[in-house]
């Protein structure tokens, strides 16, 4: 059974950094891809970034592109989300996704969901 499994959101001024964390269990490979969604209040869940976690890839919203670092670490099947130059509309609930196809869980997400954590970008 796959778990995914989030580090806590919070709050952050406009133009600072934070950093999520998503580890995954379950998986009986590493031919998967994880990746982050978020989802503002009143609007639709987005993708914003995702990682390949057995080759280079790694895909980032035009949103982001820039100013988030996705990045992994395979011996605690873990992926970090380092988000800088936050702006108040990034505000919302992210959630960690993973999925074996990255045509899937760019679209739509994956298979497998967290949590969601808040992130809260304002003054």
């Known amino acids: 059974q796959v778990q995914l499994v989030e580090s806590e959101g919070g709050l952050v001024q406009p133009g600072g950094s934070l950093r999520l964390s998503c580890a995954a269990s379950?998986?009986?490979?590493?031919?998967?891809?994880m990746g982050w969604f978020r989802q503002a209040p009143g609007k639709e869940r987005e993708a914003v970034s995702a990682i390949s976690m057995y080759d280079v890839h790694t895909y980032y919203s035009d949103a982001v592109k820039g100013r988030f670092t996705i990045s992994r670490d395979n011996a605690k099947n873990t992926v970090h989300l380092q988000m800088n130059e936050l702006k108040p509309e990034e505000t919302g609930v992210y959630y960690c996704?993973?999925?074996?196809?990255?045509?899937?869980?760019?679209?739509?997400?994956?298979?497998?969901w967290g949590q969601g954590t808040q992130v809260t970008v304002s003054a």
């Open positions: 379950g998986f009986t490979s590493d031919e998967y891809y």
């Open positions: 996704t993973a999925d074996p196809s990255i045509s899937r869980l760019w679209i739509q997400g994956g298979n497998y």
